[in-house]
């Protein structure tokens, strides 16, 4: 089993910049044993979609709508992953998932308690 803890994200003004971390912790030793990281995102009245994704050699990927403001990345020694949001929308008001896939070769997935971000002046 893998725990995913994500910080408390916040209200943030339209043009700000907010920092997501995600810790993992229970039968892992390291974050270096999931193929996988991911951060998700749920608006409400929409579908959860996926918004960010580092794996485990740190290649990344973005959705479109996000690429140039977020980044994602991963402190190994901290099993912790991090989204870092710059010049943030109203529409990027959701609420945050961690996901880990993959871990120790398996088939298998967790996801965090989620965190909300709200972008609003």
């Known amino acids: 089993q893998v725990q995913l803890v994500e910080s408390r994200g916040g209200l943030v003004q339209p043009g700000g910049s907010l920092r997501l971390s995600c810790a993992a912790s229970?039968?892992?030793?390291?974050?270096?044993?999931?193929?996988?990281m991911a951060w998700y995102r749920q608006a409400p009245g929409k579908q959860r979609e996926l918004v960010a994704t580092?794996?485990?050699?740190?290649?990344?990927n973005y959705v479109d709508s996000v690429k140039g403001r977020f980044t994602i990345s991963r402190d190994n020694a901290k099993s912790t992953v991090y989204l870092q949001m710059n010049s943030l929308k109203p529409e990027d008001t959701a609420v945050y998932y961690c996901?880990?896939?993959?871990?120790?070769?398996?088939?298998?997935?967790?996801w965090g308690q989620g965190t909300q971000v709200t972008v609003s002046s």
């Open positions: 580092i794996t485990r050699s740190s290649r990344t």
């Open positions: 229970g039968s892992i030793s390291s974050i270096n044993v999931i193929n996988v």
């Open positions: 996901y880990a896939g993959g871990v120790n070769g398996r088939p298998n997935e967790f």
